[in-house]
């Protein structure tokens, strides 16, 4: 007896919106946060007076002599770091969108390789032992990016095999080292004598923004700018590499050396973010979920959408960690989480096809 097909439909499809205008959208709400961030803050100046104050540096303008120390707040320490947050956001988002498209893997982050844990033996290693310390305020940074860069050599070359490198095998030993890079994080800490620095420690391994110069910007906003432009320039091979290594290579598409590429770039990206930020988490795992929700899954239009959403959370996450209990600051990472895991866990429920079907 012939049964009737079963009908596994979740529900009718999902209604993309045109890139275009939700791009111009977020552009406009970032633009307007960046704002937001250098008029909010413990010390209130007032939106109308940071505007000023912010046309005076753009123009040239003259300002009184009273208002040099409001001057130096909105130019040398709120509007750094709200740019500085913007780039790291957009830059761990688009790092998200690459990682889950290199390991073919949903719950892949810029973390999975064991960059963020590499990183974090370098910066601790010059907060609590001094380490680099002819290297002035830019000790903490490069340190952090050093290790990061020798984190990234360590599972290239565990992970390489023979037969090239496989998703499988990047995502076991980037897992396998980060918990050991974690463990002499612990032990650097319980082994330094100075107890103080701890709290440093865990600052810097839950993410902030409090140590932005404008020396910093630059760096980082290159580094991101070109690991987007590589992205862009790879979408149509990303979405070949998604459909699996036979569909990609009968596509033209050598899926090993596209691996190879999306693995340095990412790592350098990654680890010039860690290193100017600590390590945020949440941002690269959500944002290119929440991105293919809204616009599909072609990676095109997702590497327009991430990295603006990216830039946004991250601005006002930052804006939260420094006013919610000013003048204390909280770190960034706590926030998102806090923000991260019931939207990510919203998003499983109304997509939970696309979060490892619907059984």
């Not at 959208?25 to 250098?38: D, F, M, P, T």
């Not at 680099?132 to 903490?140: E, Q, R």
Request: aromatic residues 6%; hydrophobic residues 60%.
């Amino acid at each position: 007896m012939n049964r009737a097909p079963v009908n596994r439909a979740v529900g009718p499809p999902a209604r993309r919106i045109p890139v275009v205008p939700l791009a111009a959208g977020l552009a406009a709400a970032l633009l307007l946060s960046l704002v937001c961030g250098v008029a909010l803050g413990s010390s209130g100046l007032g939106l109308p007076r940071v505007l000023r104050l912010l046309g005076a540096g753009l123009t040239g303008g003259r300002l009184d002599a009273d208002e040099a120390a409001a001057y130096a707040i909105v130019w040398e320490i709120r509007l750094p770091r709200t740019v500085l947050a913007a780039v790291v956001g957009a830059g761990l988002a688009a790092c998200g969108v690459a990682v889950q498209a290199l390991v073919r893997n949903a719950l892949a982050d810029p973390f999975v390789l064991g960059i963020s844990s590499g990183a974090a033996v370098g910066a601790n290693a010059v907060m609590l032992f001094g380490a680099f310390a002819s290297l002035g305020v830019w000790a903490i940074s490069a340190s952090a990016f050093g290790s990061a860069l020798a984190a990234m050599t360590l599972v290239y070359v565990a992970a390489r095999t023979a037969y090239g490198l496989t998703p499988l095998r990047l995502v076991l030993t980037g897992t396998a080292l980060s918990y050991g890079f974690s463990a002499a994080t612990t032990l650097m800490v319980f082994a330094a004598d100075r107890g103080e620095a701890a709290r440093d420690v865990m600052m810097w391994l839950l993410g902030s923004l409090g140590g932005a110069t404008w020396g910093k910007v630059p760096i980082a906003a290159v580094t991101v700018l070109a690991g987007l432009a590589y992205l862009a320039c790879t979408a149509g091979r990303l979405d070949a590499l998604a459909m699996g290594d036979e569909t990609s290579a009968s596509l033209g598409v050598d899926p090993d050396r596209l691996r190879r590429e999306l693995f340095v770039v990412t790592a350098a990206v990654t680890g010039t973010v860690v290193a100017v930020s600590g390590a945020i988490g949440f941002v690269g795992l959500l944002m290119p979920h929440l991105a293919r929700m809204l616009v599909g899954a072609g990676h095109r239009r997702v590497l327009v959408v991430a990295p603006l959403a990216g830039a946004l959370l991250l601005v006002w996450v930052d804006i939260a960690s420094r006013t919610l209990l000013a003048p204390a600051e909280l770190p960034v990472g706590v926030f998102t989480a806090v923000l991260g895991v019931p939207a990510f866990l919203v998003m499983m429920r109304r997509r939970g096809q696309a979060f490892g079907g619907a059984r």
